[in-house]
């Protein structure tokens, strides 16, 4: 309990960030739907004359964009990819942190068990993630009541919300794999741009050559925003893939993480 | 009793050579000097039993229970002060000492307030803040707050004024007394002179001498030194247990082991000006095994 405490403390300030940039960007995206909606003709015309290939790697459907909903999930597709830097940058640290700042000597001579270290600070980032979750989901929900014209589908906007919480999770695994399996990471930021940046760009790929395939590769794939609001489920193979992805790289970061060897400074 | 108990330890680091099958007891109550130069494998075994890093053979027990298998629950007893301290830099002192005793299940404040009394430590700075000795205060703090049974300390007093030094021996030899045991690892051997009742030797892994500080100083070489009216024939100490001859003009010089009775006589048969008969102190002893072994 104490470690959990402890990371989540030391972690407040870097969550308090993220989800303040967040929330900041749903708020000021949201607050320009208006200005799209009250003028679909010319906005239309507009991404129109965008090449196609452009629109579909932009993630820019035409058909759904000026729906309220449309407008929503084109906006979270960049707050995922946000929420993603901040769960792997956490994911990545959280653990490699303590060899970097040096700080591993102090802690792991202390009466308790590796396990319990990695347990105690995976829940920190758990907590830390669901919190910046639970945020931006309310506010998101307070913005769409302020700007809403007409109703909207309130389940299919919990459902798409909550794929930010999802893709974090994936992440912060990934993150925490990474950080076992490279034994010095020099710079964290570095490590984790480049991995959700790699993998976005992997996204908006795919997009434009829409094969069904390279969508497992992704985890910015796994959750189409148009099948959740058409079809109000998420869809299962996804859903398993992220799933046991995480409780994969969970288990064998604990198993690495027992094993290494803390050297000396 | 013994309370640490090390069997033919061996860790490699790779193809790298850790420690080689280094085996000592440590018994309760004693203060045990752990010696060698930079890189012989003293925080190799320390870390080892501390479980830090897992040996590639052999086997370290503390209080009769298995290093790894009982890390956690062991190190309930154990304080362990590192040579280069490192912490969270954003905490401040006190919070990063509470933090510490929070490991522990109990009540640890009234020991924090009096160690940072003794070590005159700052207890409200950040520690980011702090010069390198203070840095190192923090850790004698975090390391004896909860009163630990064994204190392992890997060369304690660098960063350290002779001041603190002195409070912090004094602070050890009372904890001491009162029953705890101390493994110290050092390559300043005054220290070790000071306080340790037995040393292990090491040297590029392995354990080359085991022994009472005591028996180290009287079984050993007397360093002698003569002036003479003519220089000396290079044959003349050529006996048994004459060690390091040199001779320089007038002077000559060596290192005696044995009957004394034996050198004198032979010595008796010189003209001489001068005689300069001296115990070697630990440093010279020490010197000596490493250039011997070596």
């Known amino acids: 309990m104490n470690i959990f405490i402890h990371e989540l403390k030391s972690y407040g300030r870097t969550t308090f960030i993220w989800t303040a940039s967040l929330t900041?960007?749903?708020?000021?995206?949201m607050l320009v739907y208006p200005a799209f909606s009250n003028d679909v003709e010319n906005t239309r015309k507009l991404f129109e004359g965008f090449p196609e290939g452009v629109r579909k790697a932009l993630g820019?459907?035409?058909?759904?964009?000026f729906t309220l909903l449309g407008f929503y999930s084109y906006i979270f597709m960049y707050v995922t990819l946000c929420g993603a830097i901040q769960a792997m940058h956490m994911g990545t640290s959280i653990l490699s942190k303590e060899v970097r700042d040096k700080t591993a000597d102090f802690l792991m001579t202390k009466p308790v068990s590796r396990k319990k270290i990695m347990t105690s600070k995976l829940l920190a980032v758990l907590c830390s993630l669901a919190i910046t979750n639970i945020i931006c989901i309310l506010i998101a929900g307070v913005m769409l009541e302020v700007i809403k014209n007409t109703g909207y589908d309130v389940k299919a906007f919990l459902m798409i919300s909550a794929t930010l919480f999802f893709i974090q999770l994936i992440f912060a695994a990934l993150g925490v794999l990474v950080s076992m399996m490279v034994p010095a990471i020099k710079s964290v930021l570095s490590v984790s741009l480049?991995?959700?940046?790699?993998?976005?760009?992997?996204?908006?790929?795919?997009?434009v050559i829409d094969k069904e395939a390279i969508r497992y590769l992704t985890p910015f794939k796994f959750f189409d925003f148009s099948y959740i609001i058409k079809n109000g489920s998420y869809e299962t193979p996804f859903l398993i893939v992220g799933v046991v992805f995480v409780i994969a790289a969970v288990a064998a970061s604990y198993i690495i993480y027992g094993k290494r060897s803390i050297h000396a400074v | 009793?013994?309370?640490?108990?090390?069997?033919?330890?061996?860790?490699?680091?790779?193809?790298?050579?850790?420690?080689?099958?280094?085996?000592?007891?440590?018994?309760?109550?004693?203060?045990?000097?752990f010696i060698g130069p930079n890189g012989a494998g003293k925080s190799t075994t320390i870390r080892a039993l501390l479980s830090l890093i897992y040996p590639t053979s052999g086997s370290a027990a503390i209080f009769g229970k298995d290093c790894i298998k009982y890390g956690p629950e062991i190190k309930k007893e154990i304080g362990?002060?590192?040579?280069?301290?490192?912490?969270?830099d954003r905490m401040?002192?006190?919070?990063?000492?509470?933090?510490?005793?929070s490991f522990y299940k109990k009540d640890c404040s009234k020991r924090i307030r009096e160690l940072a009394e003794i070590m005159d430590l700052d207890v409200k700075k950040r520690i980011d803040?702090?010069?390198?000795?203070?840095?190192?205060?923090?850790?004698?703090?975090?390391?004896?707050?909860?009163?630990?049974?064994?204190?392992?300390?890997?060369?304690?007093?660098s960063g350290l004024d002779p001041l603190m030094q002195q409070k912090f021996f004094d602070l050890l030899l009372e904890e001491n007394k009162k029953g705890a045991t101390i493994l110290l690892s050092s390559h300043i051997l005054s220290e070790v002179q000071r306080l340790c009742s037995?040393?292990?030797?090491?040297?590029?892994?392995?354990?080359?001498?085991?022994?009472?500080?005591s028996t180290l100083k009287e079984d050993n070489y007397k360093k002698f030194k003569l002036e003479m009216k003519a220089p000396l024939d290079n044959d003349f100490f050529n006996i048994k247990g004459v060690v390091e001859f040199k001779s320089e003009g007038d002077f000559a010089s060596f290192l005696y082991k044995g009957n004394i009775n034996a050198v004198l006589k032979r010595i008796t048969e010189l003209e001489i000006a001068n005689i300069w008969i001296e115990e070697l102190d630990l440093e010279e002893i020490f010197l000596h095994y490493y250039e011997k072994e070596g």
């Open chain 1, 24 to 29: 900041a960007f749903i708020i000021m995206f």
């Open chain 1, 60 to 65: 820019l459907m035409l058909d759904s964009f």
């Open chain 1, 194 to 207: 480049g991995t959700v940046f790699g993998f976005f760009i992997l996204n908006m790929f795919d997009s």
């Open chain 2, 1 to 33: 009793m013994n309370i640490i108990e090390i069997k033919y330890l061996t860790k490699y680091y790779g193809k790298s050579r850790g420690i080689i099958d280094v085996s000592f007891n440590v018994e309760e109550g004693e203060i045990f000097g």
């Open chain 2, 80 to 88: 362990y002060l590192p040579s280069e301290v490192f912490y969270y």
């Open chain 2, 92 to 101: 401040k002192v006190i919070d990063l000492l509470n933090y510490s005793a």
């Open chain 2, 129 to 157: 803040d702090l010069s390198f000795g203070n840095k190192k205060k923090v850790g004698i703090v975090q390391g004896l707050l909860h009163e630990p049974k064994l204190i392992i300390l890997d060369e304690p007093t």
């Open chain 2, 198 to 213: 037995r040393v292990a030797i090491i040297k590029e892994g392995r354990i080359i001498k085991l022994e009472k500080i």
